[in-house]
T-cell receptor, first 115, second 110 residues
Framework: DAGVIQSPRHEVTEMGQEVTLRCKPISGHNSLFWYRQTMMRGLELLIYFNNNVPIDDSGMPEDRFSAKMPNASFSTLKIQPSEPRDSAVYFC?????????????FGSGTRLTVV | GNSVTQMEGPVTLSEEAFLTINCTYTATGYPSLFWYVQYPGEGLQLLLKATKADDKGSNKGFEATYRKETTSFHLEKGSVQVSDSAVYFCALKDTDKLIFGTGTRLQVFP
């Protein structure tokens, strides 16, 4: 099992550019979560999906952020246009929904720097 | 609503010292409880879990016991190593969402 795979590992972009982060969850998991981690705010849940359907996007900071899950094996988080305050580490995690005993498996994260 | 409270860090210890990181929770129902660890530059990894009252989770010398009467899930290790330096997150899960604490940084010096 390769675990949760995120790409790219690092992204440096200029303010105003579009950024797309990618995630491949563990095969068989049906929940997927996007988190953002910064020193100031800690770990924040942005959005999560069950069975490819967005369930709670209340953590998405503003309309510049969007997330999709077109199938069970792929999700994207897009920022358009990007701003320097979006600089953070973005994590994807997957799990089984409806199973309280299962934790999440996290990817290694994408470190985004917007200059 | 559900919430998790962790002791603030950093916790600074010498190698082979005893470790306790406090975690208390507020929840309706009977959640499962977790400890995650994040090493520098990496994602969060599941360290241990407990799914019902009085269960003890353990892994890599770390232990935590689910205490319903005190709503606590304190993390302990008898003898820490430099390689244990990391950020530790307590979390609870009732249905689909994990609710994380703010994390506690542990620094172990030789």
């Amino acid at each position: 099992d390769a675990g949760v795979i995120q790409s790219p590992r690092h992204e440096v972009t200029e303010m105003g550019q579009e950024v797309t982060l990618r995630c491949k969850p563990i095969s068989g998991h049906n929940s997927l979560f996007w988190y953002r981690q910064t020193m100031m705010r800690g770990l924040e849940l942005l959005i999560y999906f069950n069975n490819n359907v967005p369930i709670d996007d209340s953590g998405m900071p503003e309309d510049r952020f969007s997330a999709k899950m077109p199938n069970a094996s792929f999700s994207t988080l897009k920022i358009q246009p990007s701003e320097p305050r979006d600089s953070a580490v973005y994590f994807c995690a997957s799990s089984f929904s409806g199973h309280p005993n299962y934790g999440y498996t996290f990817g290694s994260g994408t470190r985004l720097t917007v200059v | 609503g559900n919430s998790v409270t962790q002791m603030e860090g950093p916790v600074t210890l010498s190698e082979e010292a005893f470790l306790t990181i406090n975690c208390t929770y507020t929840a309706t129902g009977y959640p499962s409880l977790f400890w995650y660890v994040q090493y520098p530059g990496e994602g969060l990894q599941l360290l241990l879990k407990a799914t019902k009252a009085d269960d003890k989770g353990s892994n890599k010398g770390f232990e935590a016991t689910y205490r319903k009467e005190t709503t606590s899930f304190h993390l302990e290790k008898g003898s820490v190593q430099v390689s244990d330096s990391a950020v530790y997150f307590c979390a609870l899960k009732d249905t689909d969402k994990l609710i994380f604490g703010t994390g506690t940084r542990l620094q172990v010096f030789p």
